[in-house]
């Protein structure tokens, strides 16, 4: 029995010491990204977007949008992507092996007249059908290509584009008016830039006009809430932190703007994953510093790309499940990079992170939630232990997440109704009370299935969002 003993004791200090130095990153990375959003804030006022909107040093933009069985969303994201304010960009759409109307909406809605499909290919993809230009938008391009999966999409459409920047978006997300204008500013200021990360939104609840949001509210469902809580807090205590600190990894596929070059210089998006948003942005990493090339990856606050978010737990389980591969998948396919000093903090200090305190942290949560129990049932239970672990685990990610709500709704001005602002805040408590616990358990999964499911998608269910049309 004393050997058991010694063994859960050493057990619960090492699940103790890997929460305090998980919630220490947390701290980081918290205040360097409640930092980069004042100073960002304070830096890019209206004034400075509407110098930008008339300098003529700009970069054109081609925005790639893969899509696949969009019928309900396409031409209502399509028009907001065409009315965004910049100087110069284009629309390419990607129906990749749709099985629905999604190209008969596009015809209809912009009058779409077939075309040769001339163009170079720089990067594999599957065989394109048929390619349309639309009467009404020079700047709208749509290829209708076999099924190949997102990457393959996104690989054509970068053959495609026409500019040395390309953004990729998703089919169902709608950016914001200013968001190229913003997103787009560092590639000027900086020549060494390749990459530039935005923020994600959820869309539930919003009020669109005119594929623009024009007011935020709350949506009535709990689930939706408690995303736009994770969100909130993902984007304030992450993204900025690694910006700052030159190892960004992530880029969501969302939404992210690359130099065309670089990305075709590295092969394009890579085919067979889940996580090809990620593994795209370590592989320009890892490209830039083998050759030894100054370059630079970085997160911006603001830019806004809204994306609906599942509001059924079925869709929301598949969602994180791939992500999970995803991460697995990347860390996996790049795993020469771990803990290796020839690229500088990203192999000693980002990789390493994000196995240890991303990949891993579900299998270490769950271990402490199964513990308690277990060590009720066989008479050990450690009062002292159990306290620390609620503290670290539970109370101070309620913490971190009231201070997102708080740069959410006060400082960043995104929910003005007091009782949607009340509603955040009561996220933030249930959000502990079983859903955290039921998508640890679900990321748990994902990594015992990572290699029997790799590359494997699912179906994402949405529930649509309302657009609504200006009056005359």
Known sequence: ???????????????????????LGYTLFGYLGLRSIVVYSRELSQITLRDLLARESYKPVSILVPAYNEETCIVDSVRSFLGLRYPEFEVVVVSDGSTDATVDRLIEAF??????????????SAAVKRMFRSARHPNLVVLEKE???KADALNAAIDVARYPLVCAVDADSL???DALLRATRPFLEDE???AIGGTIRPLNGARVVDGRVVELAMPKSWLARLQILEYARAFFSGRAGWSHFDALLIISGAFGVFRRDAVINVGG?????VGEDMEL????????RERHEAYRILFTPDPICWTEVPTDWATLRGQRNRWHRGLWETLWTHRALMFNPQYGRLGTFAVPYFLVFEALAPIVEAFGWIAMPLAIALGIFNTSFAIWFLILSVLYGMLLSQLAVGIETLLLQRYPRLRDRLAL???????????RQLLVFERCLATLLVFRRRGVWGRMKRAGVTHEQAAP
């Open 1 to 23: 029995m004393s050997t058991v003993l010694t063994i859960v004791l050493i057990f619960q200090y090492v699940v103790l010491a890997y929460f305090a130095l998980l919630n």
């Open 111 to 124: 009058a779409l007249l077939e075309v040769p499909a001339v163009y170079r290919r720089a990067l594999p």
């Open 147 to 149: 099924n190949g999966g």
């Open 175 to 177: 950016l914001d008016a």
């Open 192 to 194: 060494n830039v390749v």
């Open 269 to 273: 998006y890579l085919v067979g994953t």
């Open 281 to 288: 942005v370590v592989r320009l990493h890892r490209h830039y």
């Open 425 to 435: 805040f009561a996220a933030s408590f249930i959000e502990f009370l079983g859903y």
